[in-house]
């Protein structure tokens, strides 16, 4: 069976979630009314498109949307040096690489930090396709980037999303497919369940047990 696993990026392969939340907590301190970090927090996942109007409102996004995105890349660009992998991520992919799955990475986030995280991870080799924000018109919940990457990698007779957030059950439900998620996004289990997901697990270490091949079987692209 042809078979794609689909993983998101941030909160997923690296731990970098805070750092975002971080450097949209400072993007915002230098340009309007700061949202509490609470709010910051459960809006990473989604794309920054969206994440303004989340966190604030649609003026705030009207008005100083742009800026604002300006002034996070700044930021996060002072604190990505600090990011590292999250245990096992490099093994998860090379793992399901080397059991025959085709892999590819969705992420909402910007192409450059997406690349670098690639680089960090070393996993290049392993990677069928890329896509990120700059590839779709709507990110994440919305389901285009789950649709564009299964597209890009072509057809295949089952597929998954890996992710963190109920952001990522969302976009992968709305593009027909299921989401196995991780609580290393910051997000409870019971909220991961109540979402849709397929799996809830703490650690990318835990998807390292599991049987790929049966997990597809619950599931078809």
Same mark, same amino acid.
């Given at each position: 069976?042809?078979a794609a696993v689909l ?90 690489? @080397? ?5 590819? #990475?969705?992420?909402? /986030? ?8 690639? %680089? =960090? +991870? ?41 992710g963190d957030t109920v ?17 290393? @996004? ?5 909220? #991961?369940?109540?979402? /849709? ?8 270490? %835990? =998807? +390292? ?13």
């Amino acid at each position: 069976m042809s078979a794609a696993v689909l993983l998101d990026i941030d909160g997923t392969l690296i731990d970098s979630t805070y750092h975002h939340a971080v450097a949209w907590q400072r993007a915002f301190s230098r340009i309007t009314d700061v949202p509490p970090m609470w709010r910051l927090h459960r809006a990473i996942g989604m794309g920054g498109d969206r994440l303004v109007a989340a966190v604030a409102d649609d003026r705030t996004e009207e008005k100083h949307g742009d800026d604002l995105r300006d002034a996070w890349r700044e930021e996060y660009l002072e604190l990505k040096a600090e990011v590292r992998p999250l245990d096992g991520a490099a093994d998860l992919v090379r793992k399901l690489a @080397g059991e025959g799955f085709v892999i590819a #990475l969705a992420s909402s /986030g910007d192409p450059e930090f997406s690349q670098e995280a690639v %680089d =960090l +991870l070393g996993i290049g080799s392993d990677v069928a396709a890329l896509l990120t924000s700059d590839d779709v018109d709507s990110s994440k919940p919305d389901p285009d980037l789950i649709q564009q990457t299964l597209e890009r990698v072509g057809p295949v007779e089952a597929a998954v999303f890996v992710g963190d957030t109920v952001y990522d059950v969302e976009a992968a439900g709305r593009a027909g497919i299921g989401c196995v998620t991780l609580r290393t @996004g910051g997000f409870g289990k019971a909220e #991961l369940e109540q979402a /849709g997901a397929l799996r809830v697990e703490d650690a990318v270490t %835990d =998807l +390292l047990r599991l049987d790929w091949r049966r997990e597809m079987d619950r599931y078809s692209a």
